[in-house]
């Protein structure tokens, strides 16, 4: 990695990384402070949220700026592409799509050497040293640095490490902004995990000032939010008035949406969310109105509206199943008005051209969806149904191969025929320390989910799956697993619910020891 070390990490880079955190850092501080605040004072009043009422974004007469030529079309985008993994971020560069998420966030983890590797390969495909050809014929990077829960171990400014998403931002802005501008082809970004319109505000005002540092006119800078926070969703038309000028849309992220309701109102037993494979889903209410109102704010105000991911992997493109569930999924998601969505299988990129054959437009923009009225009600109504055992442990052993796949320095692995990354392991991690936490009992035989019963399910996994891994990988990997299911335990157990798990792995030095240890 030296090459990437001498070309990212110039003198020049460096300073301007410092000076990018220098001007936000305060900042940064006030806002994660105010999620802390809002946080507590639901807790403390038992309060849920109401729609804001900004007179500014609710006037009439406003939109976003238009969309640059290349995002006109957002119908397919590849997702959870990490760029770390040098093979999988070329073969999507050659993929058909409009664009890549190009993924420092859910699908990526953030060792320092995946995030030089990351940053370099980006570099090196923006300048056109990858072989690929030039930027402005690949499909759009949709750029998509870490969320402002992760921070940036390896550089300090001022004593303090820097937050990760400024560490990203600031180096693909400084390295490859430039050219981007030149092909027409950003600077684009994902925005992750935003809980409110005062942190769309703060990238906005981040957009800014790095555009008047590099030169750049203001505007040029194009962002989608991904909604995947509850809070986020009552203020979704403020967060497009504060990005105006630098929004194309907001996006729908079911696993983190769902669950922010466990990170927000876990303690309370009217928001236990029952097992997620059998009982939720775009179809249920809660989630419908969620993606329903994306659709009606962003094209009210001139932006996209995007669905999720499909996180299916086909065995075979005659597998007519997942196909026919994965096509029926997102027809539903386009009928609904939606603008596009992504798939994470390079496979299903030719099932999906012949598939918009049924849909000929380049986007629902002016299908406004006026028919949408909602409640505070329809996007907290928590879904009806139980918990299975056959859910309990899916959950366990997503959680664990997780952490196992983190201490790999890897993002995301494939179990039972889907992709799994931070997503999914947040949403399996918070609904079985849920379930432990107000005893939920299993459907059938009524057995309650205690510390003890998980316990058991862990041991039982990790012992079914250490013997393959042993056969496979060799004695590393057993251990590897036996580390996750310890720390997957605490995770699950704990008094209080751990905010992020990416947040808890990153930071904690048992999990960094070990991580270290076993990728040596």
Same mark, same amino acid.
């Given at each position: 990695?030296?090459?990437?070390?001498?070309?990212?990490?110039?003198?020049?880079?460096?300073?301007?990384?410092?000076?990018?955190?220098?001007?936000?850092?305060?900042?940064?501080?006030?806002?994660?402070?105010?999620?802390?605040?809002?946080?507590?004072?639901?807790?403390?009043?038992?309060?849920?949220? #109401?729609?804001?009422?900004?007179?500014?974004?609710?006037?009439?007469?406003?939109?976003?700026?238009?969309?640059?030529?290349?995002?006109?079309?957002?119908?397919?985008?590849?997702?959870?592409?990490?760029?770390?993994?040098?093979?999988?971020?070329? #073969?999507?560069?050659?993929?058909?799509?409009?664009?890549?998420?190009?993924?420092?966030?859910?699908?990526?983890?953030?060792?320092?050497?995946?995030?030089?590797?990351?940053?370099?390969?980006?570099?090196?495909?923006?300048?056109?040293?990858?072989?690929?050809?030039?930027?402005?014929?690949?499909?759009?990077?949709?750029?998509?640095?870490?969320?402002?829960?992760?921070?940036?171990?390896?550089?300090?400014?001022?004593?303090?490490?820097?937050?990760?998403?400024?560490?990203?931002?600031?180096?693909?802005?400084?390295?490859?902004?430039?050219?981007?501008?030149?092909?027409?082809?950003?600077?684009?970004?994902?925005?992750?995990?935003?809980?409110?319109?005062?942190?769309?505000?703060?990238?906005?005002?981040?957009?800014?000032?790095?555009?008047?540092?590099l030169g750049i006119p203001r505007g040029t800078i194009k962002a989608c939010v991904l909604i995947e926070n509850i809070l986020a969703s009552f203020e979704m038309e403020e967060i497009l008035y504060g990005l105006r000028h630098h929004s194309i849309g907001l996006n729908c992220g079911i696993w983190d949406y769902s669950a922010s309701f466990v990170n927000k109102f876990g303690h309370r037993k009217d928001f236990?969310?029952?097992?997620?494979?059998?009982?939720?889903?775009?179809?249920?209410?809660?989630?419908?109105?969620?993606?329903?109102?994306?659709?009606?704010?962003?094209?009210?105000?001139?932006?996209?509206?995007?669905?999720?991911?499909?996180?299916?992997?086909?065995?075979?493109?005659?597998?007519?199943?997942?196909?026919?569930?994965?096509?029926?999924?997102?027809?539903?998601?386009?009928?609904?008005?939606?603008?596009?969505?992504?798939?994470?299988?390079?496979?299903?990129?030719?099932?999906?051209?012949?598939?918009?054959?049924?849909?000929?437009?380049?986007?629902?923009?002016?299908?406004?969806?006026?028919?949408?009225?909602?409640?505070?009600?329809?996007?907290?109504?928590?879904?009806?149904?139980?918990?299975?055992?056959?859910?309990?442990?899916?959950?366990?052993?997503?959680?664990?191969?997780?952490?196992?796949?983190?201490?790999?320095?890897?993002?995301?692995?494939?179990?039972?025929?889907?992709?799994?990354?931070?997503?999914?392991?947040?949403?399996?991690?918070?609904?079985?320390?849920?379930?432990?936490?107000?005893?939920?009992?299993?459907?059938?035989?009524?057995?309650?989910?205690?510390?003890?019963?998980?316990?058991?399910?862990?041991?039982?996994?990790?012992?079914?799956?250490?013997?393959?891994?042993?056969?496979?990988?060799?004695?590393?990997?057993?251990?590897?697993?036996?580390?996750?299911?310890?720390?997957?335990?605490?995770?699950?157990?704990?008094?209080?619910?751990?905010?992020?798990?990416?947040?808890?792995?990153?930071?904690?030095?048992?999990?960094?020891?070990?991580?270290?240890?076993?990728?040596?």
């Amino acid at each position: 990695m030296e090459e990437a070390y001498a070309t990212l990490l110039t003198p020049a880079a460096l300073q301007f990384v410092a000076r990018l955190t220098r001007q936000f850092n305060d900042k940064v501080d006030l806002m994660m402070n105010e999620r802390m605040r809002r946080k507590v004072e639901l807790d403390m009043t038992g309060s849920l949220p #109401k729609f804001s009422n900004h007179p500014q974004a609710q006037a009439p007469d406003w939109k976003v700026d238009p969309a640059p030529r290349r995002l006109q079309d957002r119908r397919l985008d590849l997702g959870d592409v990490s760029p770390a993994n040098t093979e999988h971020f070329v #073969k999507a560069l050659k993929c058909r799509v409009n664009g890549i998420q190009t993924d420092f966030d859910d699908g990526h983890c953030p060792t320092w050497l995946a995030q030089l590797r990351g940053l370099h390969n980006v570099y090196k495909v923006v300048h056109g040293l990858s072989g690929l050809g030039d930027i402005g014929s690949l499909p759009v990077l949709m750029l998509r640095p870490r969320a402002w829960n992760m921070i940036e171990h390896n550089m300090l400014v001022d004593g303090r490490e820097v937050p990760g998403p400024l560490f990203d931002f600031g180096l693909l802005m400084f390295h490859c902004a430039g050219r981007l501008v030149e092909a027409e082809s950003g600077p684009f970004f994902y925005l992750s995990k935003l809980e409110g319109a005062n942190e769309a505000r703060l990238w906005d005002e981040i957009f800014c000032w790095t555009q008047d540092q590099l030169g750049i006119p203001r505007g040029t800078i194009k962002a989608c939010v991904l909604i995947e926070n509850i809070l986020a969703s009552f203020e979704m038309e403020e967060i497009l008035y504060g990005l105006r000028h630098h929004s194309i849309g907001l996006n729908c992220g079911i696993w983190d949406y769902s669950a922010s309701f466990v990170n927000k109102f876990g303690h309370r037993k009217d928001f236990i969310l029952p097992d997620r494979n059998k009982y939720v889903n775009m179809q249920r209410h809660f989630l419908k109105s969620y993606m329903d109102l994306v659709i009606h704010t962003c094209h009210k105000r001139g932006a996209h509206a995007t669905g999720g991911m499909a996180a299916t992997i086909l065995e075979s493109i005659e597998d007519t199943n997942p196909v026919s569930q994965v096509t029926s999924g997102k027809a539903r998601e386009l009928m609904a008005g939606a603008d596009g969505f992504m798939v994470y299988d390079m496979r299903f990129v030719p099932i999906m051209e012949k598939f918009y054959k049924s849909f000929p437009f380049t986007n629902q923009i002016n299908r406004l969806r006026e028919d949408v009225r909602l409640t505070p009600h329809d996007l907290l109504e928590m879904p009806a149904g139980g918990v299975t055992l056959e859910g309990l442990k899916h959950n366990v052993a997503v959680g664990v191969l997780f952490i196992a796949a983190w201490l790999r320095g890897e993002g995301h692995y494939i179990y039972k025929g889907a992709v799994e990354d931070s997503a999914t392991a947040e949403i399996s991690r918070s609904q079985v320390w849920q379930w432990i936490r107000h005893r939920a009992s299993l459907e059938g035989s009524g057995e309650v989910i205690t510390r003890q019963l998980v316990q058991s399910l862990i041991k039982d996994f990790i012992s079914a799956a250490s013997a393959t891994t042993a056969r496979e990988e060799g004695k590393v990997a057993g251990e590897r697993l036996a580390i996750a299911g310890e720390i997957f335990e605490e995770v699950v157990t704990k008094r209080d619910f751990p905010e992020f798990l990416t947040t808890y792995l990153n930071q904690d030095h048992t999990f960094r020891a070990h991580q270290k240890r076993l990728s040596a």
